[in-house]
């Protein structure tokens, strides 16, 4: 199965904006619904949000509300998340997922993740 692969973390300072992208080679995932998820120093992963093949927004964290944007262009196979006004709980292990509905939950349609992108917010 081929995995999603994140790229564009880096380091921001607080208040700043970075965009993540997330593309897929060898499938196309233009009819999959796609989620970001994050993982920050040990907590457990997150799913920040995520975005149907139609467009249409699925929501995730309350804390990035208003501050992170989905957005996909089917046309190039990818994905973006959007950050702005980055604040240092957003530091984190970025991951793209194909996602599917699950028992009321968005999971990883997938048995596993990619590498994800490291997002470091400085304050």
């Known amino acids: 199965q081929v995995q999603p692969v994140e790229s564009g973390g880096g380091l921001v300072q607080a208040g700043g904006s970075l965009r993540l992208s997330c593309a897929a080679s060898?499938?196309?995932?233009?009819?999959?619904?796609m989620g970001w998820f994050r993982q920050a120093p040990g907590k457990e992963r997150e799913f920040v949000g995520g975005?149907?093949?139609?467009?249409?927004?699925?929501y995730g964290a309350d804390s990035v509300k208003g501050r992170f944007t989905i957005s996909r262009d089917n046309s190039k196979n990818m994905v973006y998340l959007q950050m702005n006004s980055a604040k240092p709980e957003d530091t984190a292990v970025y991951y793209c997922a194909i996602v599917r509905l699950d028992n009321g939950r968005w999971r990883n349609a997938l048995d596993a993740w990619g590498q994800g992108t490291l997002v470091t917010v400085s304050s």
């Open positions: 060898g499938r196309t995932f233009s009819r999959d619904a």
């Open positions: 975005i149907k093949w139609t467009g249409g927004i699925i």
